[in-house]
């Protein structure tokens, strides 16, 4: 499976962006797709996830503003991000996983998409 993640870029404080994430190779109907980001000189850090039944969890610095959503029927991942703060800003990537999990474990990632930047002015 490969990802393919798009969707980013420069939107004011406030603002709004969707992120889509878009698998080719295999269906996604079996998978969770979880977001990750990462900002310049910071950690990789879990966003949110969503399992193959439609489950979704998200980090409490975005619960409430993010919100994902899957169309097995394409393939896609999105997610849409509201209320954007600076802080957001980052890189922003997708990856697959067998379900949901704790937002720092990272060894359980079958495959990551590359990113894309989510660049929020003040």
């Known amino acids: 499976v490969q990802l393919q993640a798009s969707g980013g870029g420069l939107v004011q404080s406030g603002g709004s962006l969707r992120l889509s994430c878009l698998a080719s190779?295999?269906?996604?109907?079996?998978?969770?797709i979880r977001w990750f980001r990462q900002a310049p000189g910071k950690e990789r850090e879990g966003v949110a996830c969503?399992?193959?039944?439609?489950?979704?969890e998200y980090a409490d610095s975005v619960k409430g503003r993010f919100i994902m959503s899957r169309d097995n029927a394409r393939d896609t991942v999105s997610l849409q991000m509201n209320s954007l703060k600076p802080e957001d800003t980052a890189i922003y990537y997708c990856?697959?996983?067998?379900?949901?999990?704790?937002?720092?474990?990272?060894?359980?990632?079958?495959?990551w998409g590359q990113g894309t930047l989510v660049t929020v002015s003040s």
């Open positions: 990856a697959l996983d067998h379900k949901c999990q704790d937002a720092s474990d990272l060894q359980s990632i079958i495959t």
């Open positions: 190779g295999s269906a996604l109907d079996l998978y969770a």
């Open positions: 969503i399992s193959f039944d439609h489950h979704t």
